[in-house]
């Protein structure tokens, strides 16, 4: 089916994301981090550099914290993932720190001027308390807005879009183009997702649930599964690195989710950070103009929808 060892990887991480879209930790540690929080932020004694080979690319002019100067001076950032694939992994091979997040990180810290990505690889669920605690600088991996998460964290300009995907056999042999059209078939998802619900809520489809994107799959080749729903940028960058896997996406499909900003691929940060958020804001605005976020995302097999 494929290489044993990214097959491996691949089921260890993406087990962590289930509720990539809702998750926030509560209780406690939570709790007592984001009563330790600054208020009101220090005014900096310098303003951050920048790599000036970058043509026209600027940093505003900061009359707020010195979080980004902080790190600059010191050397390295400090970031948390769940090494979740495509997303934000430390590779098995090499250790590097790549994926889809994991590229554009690198290039903003590039321009930023800061040499070293420290990565520390954490539940998904302890990300934010990790964060409100002081023990990373950033959330380096793909999270999303959502109500509960700004009361505590801030969030980095938009990166790129992503909802589910439909994925079918290589050639959509049943001409699938909605889940409507799997009456008297069967669908997968991952168990305990919203794409499980919305399975089980279509008259005539009948689910079946699964632990692993790479058995729901392998099923889909083998014939045992008719279609699946799917994060749409992991179906798509397994299709890419797997080219002789017989499955495809649905192009036709429309996804559940609404392409708008609270959709979007975001990072998180302390509120108190507001000069490394900024930082972080003109460097992906930046590579957004100039074409680089695309070259990234066509990396990772993603496309104009994503943008």
């Known amino acids: 089916m494929s290489d044993p060892t990214k097959t491996d990887a691949l089921q260890a991480s993406i087990n962590a994301r289930l509720s990539r879209r809702g998750f926030l930790a509560t209780g406690g540690a939570a709790g007592a981090a984001v009563a330790t929080l600054a208020v009101g932020p220090a005014h900096a004694a310098t303003q951050p550099t920048y790599d000036t080979s970058y043509e026209n690319f600027t940093l505003p002019k900061f009359d707020a914290d010195d979080s980004l100067v902080k790190i600059q001076k010191k050397g390295e950032l400090v970031l948390c993932t769940s090494n979740d694939w495509p997303y934000s ?9 790549t994926g889809i997040d994991g590229d554009i990180i690198k290039a903003v810290a590039k321009m930023l001027n800061i040499p070293k990505i420290k990565v520390e690889t954490v ?3 302890g990300m934010i308390p990790g964060l409100l605690d002081g023990r990373f600088d950033m959330v380096g991996d793909s999270i999303h807005y959502t109500l509960k998460r700004a009361k505590v ?3 980095s300009f938009p990166t790129y879009f992503y909802a589910e995907g439909l994925v079918v056999a290589k050639g959509n042999p049943l001409k699938v183009t909605k889940l409507a059209d799997l009456k008297g078939k069967n669908c997968g998802a991952l168990l305990g997702t919203n794409y499980a619900e919305w399975i089980q809520a279509t008259p005539g489809v009948t689910f079946t649930g699964y632990k692993t994107w ?3 799959a392998q099923d889909i080749q083998n014939g045992r599964l008719d279609a699946a729903l799917h994060d749409q940028p992991i179906i798509a ?3 890419a690195e797997h080219k002789d896997w017989p499955i495809e996406l649905v192009e036709a499909y429309v996804p559940a989710q609404a392409k708008n900003p609270a959709g979007y691929s975001v990072y998180g940060f302390r509120q108190g950070d507001v000069q490394l ?3 972080f804001a003109s460097a992906i605005m930046y590579l957004q103009d100039r074409g680089e976020m695309a070259k990234i995302l066509t ?3 993603l ?3 994503n943008n």
């Open 237 to 239: 960058a397994t299709i």
């Open 153 to 155: 964290i801030e969030f």
């Open 277 to 279: 958020r900024t930082g």
């Open 299 to 301: 990396k990772w097999g």
């Open 303 to 305: 496309g104009a929808v």
């Open 214 to 216: 790479p058995a729901m």
């Open 89 to 97: 992994f430390l590779d098995p091979q090499t250790k590097e720190f």
């Open 123 to 125: 539940p998904f669920d």
